[in-house]
């Protein structure tokens, strides 16, 4: 059987109040009544001893039996215990211990067999016990006295214990009513807690069978501070996160597919024109440059798509080896050349008087500078300047792309690491950053931006 949380823990609750309140009851209430009893005996023992001198005096004395009767009385008043002395008349089957005095009603002495006395005489030492009247328990001291060096006479002082049995035995009774209603409490507080808490955890399951099931926009309340309360907490983070991932995902997808279909359309009629015979040469010729274009487009968009999603799923696998990236960056840079013509810019190389050589994939580090001085050349005016830099600096490589273009907006500089992400009207696609920052953290490495009017630096550092 399987028991649910809160009445697992109200059982334990429980449990842990019987062991408690059994405890008292089987140990703590019976210690309670032997302490309370051996101190009487005690008490009487002390009494019997210490106070009991007058009465000895009497003992082989030829005093009146009233004089003896007077001094057992006082006794008695003294001590506040019934007192008795006993005489003691050694006989073939054993001592006879007649009473000579008794500070109660005589009516009442014969109900007392006093084997205290007994015990005390036979010993000839101070004996403490118990007997049972028919009033009930009572406590007994005796203490044998000698005359002439024989046992003559035992002082016995008695009371009765009744009223300590009867307080014990309320304790007892207490101890059973308190205890019952402690295992009232624990089982319904045990109960209560364990559902509360129960609820608060079904609540959290509850969402998250909601976010397994792509429902990101509940989020469960955060009714405290303890660990639930930060577990709700935890959780609602993540599912803002998810939801934010959600959205990327939608977005990128979305995104993807209008940039894959605005060339397709665009190729699509463009074709549809090529059909027409009566075109003449030349217009058939720009049509023909247009779809060249379009399917560059297209084959540069689907390149750099498939990508940025091999280095998000971190299936791009990087080639290590030993480069200089000096030379590296030089060719890459002779590359652009017939580009920098058209865009009437000068392009400017300061590379370090010695080599500069990295572990690290050459084909990869080459595609993050063509992505960043193709666009410190599509993104700036006709005749800007482009410095690319490469050193080495404590154990690191940086190669930086300058230009003195007009430089990123503030609002835009955030977001230009984005896919997708343009903020101008250059026909990019915006993936080219994105890319370009995705390989430098795959290589451990750092790309970062400074723009100012009149000056954009790129600069990609890496560990070597
Ligand atoms: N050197 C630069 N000068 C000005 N703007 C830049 C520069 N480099 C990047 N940008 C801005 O960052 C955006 C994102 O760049 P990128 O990811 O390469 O996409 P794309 O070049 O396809 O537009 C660009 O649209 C442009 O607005
Ligand atoms: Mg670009």
Redesign the pocket.
Known sequence: MRLSLSNRLALVFSAITLLAVGGLYLYVAPGLQTRLLSEKLHQLATAAKADSAPIVDTVGATDLASVVSARVERAALMSGDRVTLLSVNEAPGGAQLPPVADSSNPAATGELSFPVAYRAAANGQPATGMESAKSGEVAEAASPVSFAGHLAAVIVYSAPVSDVLHSVAIVHHEILVAGAVALLLALVGGYLTANAVAQRVKRLERAAEEVAAGNFNHPIAVDSTDELGQLAVAFNAMQRQLAQLELARKKFIATASHELRTPIFSLGGFVELLEDEDLDLETRQRFLEQVKQQVERLRKLSVDLLDLSRLESGSLELREEEVDLGELTRSVSGEFEPTLHQHDSHLELRLAARRIDAQCDPVRIAQIMR?LI???L???PAGTRIVVTAARNDGRVRLAVR?D????DRD?LPR??EPF????D?Q???????IASELADRMSGRLSVN?APGE?V?TLEIPA
């Open positions: 992505i193709d666009n410190a599509t993104h700036t230009d273009g007009e430089g990123i835009a230009i690491f992400f343009t903020a101008d250059a990019g696609s915006g993936l080219g950053l994105a723009s954009t790129f």
